[in-house]
């Protein structure tokens, strides 16, 4: 199968195509010295303006870092929203089904099924690997039309080799969702858009740029693709706040390699930590900012994490035994240890 010259406009709900996008008027024209009487807003307040709809200088400054066009960015209220648009942009209610591994990041079937799409899970061997043979015979059974790929994947961690496979042979809409790309040390899908119109590559603020709190998450793909998410997007829906302070970052030294190579350093000295504790059965690799472990047993080490108010995902019993535990400072990591290693089961 050929993808590279998939018709999108065929893989749209019929009324998506038809639907005018908001257009806020001072957004989409330039004024020297404009008086601001349009929106009804207040004229006292130091943010008594709407925000830029559009997120111009935000997209612009991405779009020179990326090696893009603007017109291939849209910008989220943290990627959970672009998730959302993307389900709603593809997916008719009550007739088409996504497709996502198992396990992985819950949040594509949470939405899918508010929009009441068939979630269907293509389940990961021992390695947490797709098989590519099980790839294959769910997508020539089922109607899919949006595929979430997590790469490093959450919860297990690792990355998915061979993403072009996937975009060749998926007849929809490939979401590569690179939400912790920048602990992989891998290549971002981000260089295959220029052939695959029907990849959609998602990126965040909330992990490696350690600003989860701002809600900035960012869609990457075809300008036919980011016209549709601009189009079925809320008008406003990134803060002044939020593109202030994520532009200030943007601009300044260095924060993004320091906040990784310090992540890093943690990673490395927590995992050596890990090894030879008694509670600990296995640690799995990982290409991101957490591990995924498997515990002995799984409920008493939970509990007494609980107990010194130590906050873990537990992951038990979708992934029998699991919790997910994120790297945090040298301070954070060495109360975690000195209980793990406390615990005798």
Request: aromatic share 8%; proline share 4%.
């Amino acid at each position: 199968m050929n993808n590279t010259t998939i018709n999108i406009k065929s893989l749209v709900r019929d009324n998506i195509l038809k639907l005018q996008p908001y257009i806020s008027f001072r957004d989409h024209n330039e004024f020297d010295t404009p008086t601001f009487l349009d929106a009804n807003e207040s004229p006292f307040g130091e943010y008594n303006r709407y925000p830029d709809s559009t997120q111009k200088t935000l997209k612009n400054k991405l779009a020179g870092l990326k090696n893009l066009s603007p017109q291939q960015i849209a910008i989220g209220n943290g990627s959970d929203e672009l998730i959302d648009l993307i389900i709603k942009i593809f997916c008719e209610p009550k007739k088409d089904a996504i497709l996502m591994m198992n396990p992985s990041f819950a949040m594509y079937g949470f939405y899918a099924t508010i929009n009441e799409n068939k979630v269907v899970q293509l389940n990961l061997n021992e390695n947490f690997e797709i098989v590519k043979d099980d790839f294959l015979n769910i997508i020539n059974d089922e109607p899919l039309k949006v595929f979430f790929l997590c790469s490093p994947n959450n919860p297990t961690g690792n990355s998915t080799e061979d993403v072009e496979f996937y975009l060749q042979n998926f007849n929809g809409i490939v979401v590569v969702d690179e939400a912790y790309i920048e602990f992989s040390g891998k290549k971002s899908s981000l260089e295959l858009l220029v052939q695959y119109p029907n990849l959609i590559v998602l990126q965040t603020f909330s992990k490696a740029w350690g600003i989860a709190g701002a809600r900035v998450g960012m869609a990457y793909a075809s300008e036919e693709i980011i016209r549709l998410i601009n189009t079925v997007k809320t008008p406003y829906n990134v803060n002044v706040l939020s593109q202030e302070l994520i532009l200030n970052c943007l601009n300044g030294e260095n924060r993004l390699e320091e906040n990784v190579n310090k992540i890093l350093t943690e990673r490395d000295w927590l995992q050596g930590q890990l090894e030879g504790i008694e509670c600990i059965d296995k640690v799995f690799p990982t290409d991101a900012n957490f591990f995924l472990i498997r515990m002995k047993n799984v409920e008493e080490v939970y509990g007494q994490m609980l107990e010194e108010e130590i906050l873990t995902s537990r992951r038990d019993p979708a992934i029998p035994g699991c919790i997910r535990i994120n790297i945090g400072n040298r301070q954070e990591n060495e109360k975690l240890i000195n209980l793990l290693k406390s615990i005798s089961l």
